[in-house]
């Protein structure tokens, strides 16, 4: 109830203000949605929002296995994590949207360097994640499984695995908003196709509908693909306990 006073009260101020400062400048909720319908009619909004899955799924793909396999691997390394830890750190912390331009020069303008860039985002939020889940394993089982005599693949798939598994749904979660929006920003950069190149297209056509209708439209896709992770969380781990610094997302830098 309290969601939906809100969403009314939102709803409200954006009429207001397409009211007050003009169509030209804020296109209406009707406009907006009146274009939407256009836009599904004619079949173009499904045609590049499926552009733009594509590429957001391969990215996170390509992301998120060597994001959950790495600190895996790197539990039984210390050292090398340890001296890993700062350039692993400086990259996360580095903007990946300022290397858009790079990768687009590298892979030019089709899918492969959206993909990348989802990617390098998609990484970095799942290694983070699934380190902290590693560093939060019980010590005190993992050496009781050594002294009964557990192989180190035994350790990994029956003590910390499970241990890690929320976390690594936690990044999941985080990645998911960030790994469209990346390939969007990708798209606005230099792109014939996908929802970044509508909003382009909008902008370059003077057109605030077209702008507003793909941004309601980019909101409801990144809305739908958070709700499918976190649907998918709780059939998978729904034998675990509720979490509530998990399922806030705290649990990621």
């Keep these: 109830m309290d969601r939906l006073l809100v969403g009314g009260l939102l709803l409200g101020l954006w009429w207001w203000a397409a009211a007050v400062v003009g169509s030209y400048w804020i296109s209406s909720p009707l406009e907006t949605v009146q274009r939407l319908w256009a836009l599904v009619a004619t079949g173009g909004l499904l045609r590049h929002t499926g552009y733009t899955l594509a590429a957001a799924a391969l990215g996170f793909t ?3 296995v060597p994001g959950v396999w790495l600190p895996m691997a790197l539990r039984k390394w210390p050292f090398l994590q340890e001296v890993l ?11 990946k949207l300022a290397l858009a331009p790079l990768f687009i020069l590298w892979f030019g303008i089709g899918m492969a360097s959206k993909v990348v ?4 985002v998609v990484f970095f939020i799942v290694f983070f994640s699934t380190q902290a889940g590693v560093r939060q394993a ?33 990044g999941f979660r985080i990645a998911t908003p960030y790994a469209i ?6 798209e606005l950069v230099s792109s014939n196709r996908g929802l970044g190149y509508l909003v382009q297209y909008g902008a370059m056509s003077y057109s605030t509908p077209d702008i ?14 958070t709700w499918l992770v976190g649907r998918l969380e709780q059939r998978l781990l ?15 830098p």
Excluded: N
């Design 117 to 120: 860039l989802a990617a390098s």
């Design 212 to 225: 507003f209708a793909t941004v309601a439209a980019i909101t409801v896709l990144i809305g739908v693909a």
């Design 138 to 170: 019980d010590q005190r089982l993992v050496r009781m499984a050594r002294v009964l005599g557990a192989r180190e693949s035994q350790v990994a798939r029956k003590v910390v695995w499970p241990a890690v598994v929320p976390y690594v749904f936690a």
């Design 181 to 186: 929006g990346g390939v969007i920003i990708s």
């Design 238 to 252: 729904r034998w675990r306990p509720e979490t509530t610094g998990l399922r806030s997302g705290g649990v990621a």
């Design 85 to 95: 830890d700062p350039f692993l750190t400086a990259g996360y912390g580095l903007p």
């Design 62 to 64: 390509l992301g998120g």
